[in-house]
């Protein structure tokens, strides 16, 4: 017997409705026939039980087929599913645990894929890869709206931690469910269930059973089975470090080119420029695209190509000693490959100030998204930065915030930042433009509680109490883990082509008889793209373009 079904509220308009639950037509089902196999269902027969590892995916031709969000002791009702209509979302793309269940509505018929044959039909059959990858896109959405996951997370808007915990979940597209201990009154009935003293936050439950106390995002990605589907130890055509937009635009042409292509990533898809609240720049998009939506697709785009990309791994040593190359990580085996793209990107500078690490997550963010925003609403927040991401943070905020205090050392904005932001920044009365204005002291206990000031023009230094400082100025390089690998620049960002002289050359012992070809390092085969590249132009369009033409020179390497 089955409990008796909650149902959820509707999920869309009409009018989305047919793009999330599409019908194919009789051809179309015929062409996915042709992949896969024919197979009778019976009422009540479960076909992928939530938490599942292996999930097909499956197209119904005849009966009615009903997904189910599984609770403690009753199931809510998604979705039912009848003649000509398939299941999935983009799990199915990453190999990922299914998050709901999938169950016979009634007896009937329908055409089973495993993930192999789903992904060829996606990539060699554009009209059905058009309606697939679109329903999966709008159903994921749809999950991470309404909270349809298989995680709890148990938190505090007062912990930097539940803050890190919430991005990450966020930015790799995860959905989840929240209970804030100060807000959420039946918050005591799921601590005592579980034995979670309030001290333990932020806290997982992963699907109704395993409890993670403060985790680290590796043991995030290891209890949600993030990287579950990938096996590391094939010899790879291609190693990608880093999935900011240099990196998925590499894996996109590279996987779609046919190369095997291996993706490792410490946080979450995007880089740097997953955190911004909007780019509206970048070809294609005329009303602007968050930065998060932008990584999200491409990381769709990569996986339909075949790409396997490893989330909260880090990269800890270069080994180009021979062929292959290998990379070590923070866990687990090195993996291998014929050629490596480095797009570990840049990340903004940490201030000069003392132990500026103590207010990380609590009052001092380096990104700007909705989350952030949520903490700040109808108060008073200072954006540290002359670029077009501080820019664009000044006025995302400036929609919530009671006011937005914008510090640039310079003085103005016209040299670093675009005129159309300027103009904004310039026109918005919640935003005040402090030039030759930097900050001196962070105060305050557990959270940030005060900011001191100096005006350079005046000489004057002021303490105001605000709670919320955006910082986004400078560049570090993520490089560190190269340890001597590749020449590096005197600031540590890599060298690369025409960059490298002679000298360093002859120091790196390149050995071949050509030179480096452009975007190649000090070592034969291995690239740098992106803002971690010694004079890259730090935008996202540029970084795509180095992506892609990186891999024309991988494939000329593999032929050497």
């Not at 557990?446 to 350079?456: A, M, T």
Request: aromatic content about 6%; charged content about 20%; some cysteine.
């Amino acid at each position: 017997m089955t409990e008796p079904l909650a149902t959820a509220e509707p999920l869309t308009p009409t009018a989305r409705i047919g793009q999330l639950f599409p019908i194919l037509t009789p051809a179309q089902v015929e062409r996915v026939a042709a992949q896969g196999r024919r197979r009778s269902i019976r009422r009540g027969e479960v076909l992928v039980e939530a938490g599942a590892a292996v999930v097909p995916f499956f197209v119904v031709t005849a009966g009615q087929v009903e997904i189910v969000r599984p609770s403690c002791e009753t199931e809510m009702l998604v979705a039912v599913q009848g003649p000509g209509q398939f299941t999935g979302e983009v799990q199915l793309l990453s190999g990922r645990r299914a998050l709901v269940r999938i169950r016979a509505r009634e007896a009937g018929e329908v055409i089973e894929l495993d993930r192999e044959h789903l992904l060829a039909l996606v990539q060699t059959d554009s009209e059905l890869s058009e309606i697939l990858l679109r329903a999966f896109i709008l159903r994921r959405v749809e999950l991470i709206a309404h909270g349809f996951g298989d995680v709890v997370l148990i938190g505090s808007n007062h912990c930097a931690g539940t803050l890190r915990v919430k991005e990450f979940l966020t930015r790799n597209g995860h959905p989840y469910t929240y209970i804030d201990l100060d807000r959420d009154a039946d918050v005591q009935t799921v601590l005592d269930r579980f034995h979670i003293a309030a001290t333990d936050v932020p806290v997982l439950i992963c699907r109704g059973a395993e409890v993670l106390r403060n985790p680290t995002t590796q043991q995030i990605a290891d209890g949600l089975g993030f990287n579950a589907a990938i096996d590391q130890a094939p010899i790879r055509d291609l190693l990608i470090v880093g999935a900011g937009p240099a990196g998925l635009a590499a894996a996109v042409y590279a996987a779609s080119e046919g190369l095997g292509v291996l993706v490792i990533e410490t946080n979450a898809p995007g880089g740097q420029a997953g955190a911004s609240s909007k780019i509206e720049n970048y070809l294609g998009f005329p009303t602007g695209i968050s930065g998060q939506a932008l990584a999200a697709r491409a990381y769709t785009q990569a996986q339909k190509f075949g790409a396997q990309v490893i989330i909260a791994q880090n990269a800890t040593r270069l080994a180009c000693g021979r062929q292959p190359y290998s990379i070590e990580l923070g866990t687990g085996p090195r993996v291998s490959g014929r050629a490596i793209i480095i797009a570990t990107g840049a990340e903004y500078r940490r201030p000069s100030l003392e132990n500026p690490s103590r207010f990380e997550g609590a009052g001092l963010y380096y990104g700007a998204t909705y989350m952030e925003a949520q903490l700040c609403v109808a108060e008073e927040v200072i954006v540290v930065g002359g670029g077009n991401s501080a820019g664009q943070a000044a006025v995302f905020l400036a929609q919530t915030a009671k006011r937005v205090q914008v510090l640039v050392r310079a003085d103005g904005l016209a040299a670093s930042m675009s005129r159309y932001l300027v103009r904004r920044l310039e026109e918005n009365p919640a935003i005040v433009l402090r030039t030759q204005t930097e900050i001196v002291a962070l105060d305050g206990a557990g959270h940030l509680e005060r900011v001191r000031w100096r005006d350079h023009r005046s000489g004057t230094t002021e303490t105001h109490n605000i709670r919320h400082v955006f910082f986004m100025a400078g560049a570090s390089p993520n490089t560190h883990w190269l340890d001597g690998g590749v020449v590096r620049d005197e600031k540590g960002f890599i060298k690369t082509g025409a960059d490298l002289s002679p000298d360093e050359l002859t120091a790196a012992q390149w050995p071949l008889a050509r030179a480096p070809h452009l975007l190649e390092t000090s070592r034969p085969g291995v690239f740098a793209v992106g803002d971690v590249r010694a004079g890259s132009l730090k935008r996202v369009a540029s970084a795509v373009g180095e992506g892609s033409i990186a891999v024309s020179f991988v494939h000329q390497v593999l032929h050497e």
